[in-house]
């Protein structure tokens, strides 16, 4: 089953102490991406990856990195996580190129950051 | 500045009662417009892509369509099951690869 899963699910932490959310797809996409959406402020781009090694800032880099040693993995690492990280995060990928381009999503991380 | 703007907010139907919910976009160049679905708590659910002018697509009671300057998503006779966020992103022409999204719409379906 084509999928993009994401680890953890929720997750609660205190401000400063650095986290990882992972994101894994199983389709061999190129393009993957994290959003973070928050109410009233809908989906706002992070960073996205093109290919491995290659990964651009999106509109909100602020306070994130990435990385893409694999094709199928697009960590998301919170170096020193702040109360305005606090929001939900989803990862997506999809085949570039494609005469139809259609992006998947993870099924989301609701992050607390205390 | 790249900008997509959806319309309205809200949408309260009845069922049977078809509407379009609107994407209007300003942007350097379009390389591709995405409609997709989100239910509470879920991640946004892919539905169409569009990609030029004139174009049209369909999926059960959903139709979107695309201009030069905006997209329309038509639900024809809905039902209470078609009650969700429907969001529309641009991903431009520029050398970048970003999405931006809009707002998003709500709508309800009521039995």
């Known amino acids: 089953e084509a999928q993009v899963t994401q680890n953890p699910r929720y997750l609660i932490t205190v401000t400063g102490k650095k986290l990882t959310v992972t994101c894994s797809q199983n389709m061999n996409h190129e393009y993957m991406s994290w959003y973070r959406q928050d109410p009233g402020l809908g989906l706002r781009q992070i960073y996205y990856s093109m290919n491995v090694e290659v990964t651009d800032k999106g509109d909100v880099p602020e306070g994130y990195k990435v990385s893409r040693k694999e094709k199928r993995n697009f960590p998301l690492i919170l170096e020193s996580p702040s109360p305005n990280q606090t929001s939900l995060y989803f990862c997506?990928?999809?085949?570039?190129?494609?005469?139809?381009?259609?992006?998947?999503f993870g099924p989301g991380t609701r992050l607390l950051v205390l | 500045e790249d900008q997509v703007t959806q319309s309205p907010e809200a949408l309260r139907l009845q069922e049977g009662e078809s509407s379009s919910l609107n994407c209007s976009y300003t942007?350097?160049?379009?390389?591709?417009l995405f409609w997709y679905r989100q239910d509470p708590g879920k991640g946004p659910e892919f539905l169409f892509t569009l990609y030029s002018a004139g174009e049209e697509k369909e999926k059960e009671r959903l139709k979107a369509t695309l201009t030069k300057k905006e997209s329309f998503l038509h639900i024809t006779a809905p039902k209470p099951e078609d009650s969700a966020t429907y969001l529309c992103a641009v991903r431009t022409m520029d050398s970048s690869y970003k999405l931006i999204f809009g707002s998003g719409t709500r709508l309800l379906v009521r039995p």
């Open positions: 942007v350097s160049g379009l390389r591709g």
């Open positions: 997506a990928s999809s085949l570039l190129g494609a005469f139809q381009e259609t992006q998947y």
